[in-house]
């Protein structure tokens, strides 16, 4: 098996986590390749144009031309270290979810913690004055907003969940979420300020929805019936196997039905010659089940 068709099977038969992290690595492996081929044709434009198609933009004039990057932004990353960090959070916190939370929640989490990650970003760029000089220039990508939703949920599910960290030790999931929401959220504010906002609006509605969850109310179903309707669509159909039954023509079934008559006829005959216990077990069910067919 090579190694293209290894990664399908993983996709294929790995949990919703997997899936994530492969379509995280997908996406930058894409424009990596882009950007090479934008370097050697000396052209950057190619690369440029290509990260702004998955890129979630501040400006509504902008975003109203791209409103799938609404959901392309929170899988796409530019330099190395910055998916790497994504992906391993996703993974840690992501493996612990699903010790206690099913796939399509965290699918749910990740994609509507990234869309209100993105509004908040948005919104934020077009109503405070610090940001109206850069509202037309400034996008927003990564995965930051969807970890943190994933972080903060399951950190409010389990708060008590105990992680043994190196050198620190045995630590608390709620105490370890606050401490990552704060470093990566709130300190340094006005470096990457759009990037922290998004990870605010992640964190507020990963909280949110468990807390809607442990009142018995699931807001992710409708991003799942969305999906199911989409992969049902593009899934391949099987092919109907189509089979001919051959059937017999007025003759053959005239000559079957005369035949089987004659069969009868004997049977009756050697009844009224040496009565019914004379006929052979054979020929008492083929009796019986003419006569059923008559009644």
């Known amino acids: ?22 379509i995280n690595i997908a996406v930058f492996v894409l424009l990596t390749i882009v950007a090479v081929i934008g370097f050697l044709l000396n052209d950057t434009f190619i690369s440029g144009k290509a990260l702004d198609l998955f890129s979630v933009p501040a400006s509504f004039n902008a975003l109203i031309l791209r409103p799938w990057t609404l959901i392309t932004y929170m899988f796409t990353h530019k330099d190395i270290w910055h998916i790497l960090f994504n992906m391993l959070w996703l993974y840690w916190f992501g493996r612990i979810f699903l010790e206690y ?36 220039d400034s996008v927003a990508i990564g995965a930051s907003a969807s970890v943190m939703a994933v972080v903060i949920a399951i950190a409010a599910y389990v708060p008590d969940y105990t992680i043994n960290l190196l050198l620190l030790g045995r630590i608390k999931i709620k105490y370890m979420a606050l401490g990552i929401f704060i470093l990566t959220s709130i300190l340094d504010f006005s470096v990457n300020s759009g990037g922290k906002l998004a990870h605010i609006g992640g964190a507020f509605f990963g909280y949110f929805y468990i807390m809607n969850l442990k009142h018995g109310h699931d807001i992710g179903k409708g991003i799942n019936r969305i999906i199911d309707f989409f992969a049902t669509l593009f899934k391949p159909r099987k092919k109907l196997r189509v089979t001919h039954k051959k059937v017999a023509d007025e003759f053959e079934y005239n000559k079957i039905k005369a035949e089987h008559q004659k069969r009868i006829n004997r049977i009756l005959d050697k009844i009224s010659k040496g009565g019914y216990d004379s006929l052979t077990r054979e020929e008492k069910e083929t009796l019986f089940k003419e006569s059923q067919k008559k009644n």
């Open 1 to 22: 098996m090579g190694i293209w068709d290894e990664i399908k099977l993983t996709f294929r038969n790995g949990s919703n986590l997997t899936r994530l992290i492969y």
């Open 101 to 136: 939370l099913d796939g399509r929640k965290l699918v749910a989490v990740y994609l509507l913690g990234g869309i209100c990650g993105a509004l908040v970003y948005i919104l934020s760029f077009n109503i405070f004055p610090v940001f109206t000089g850069i509202v037309a």
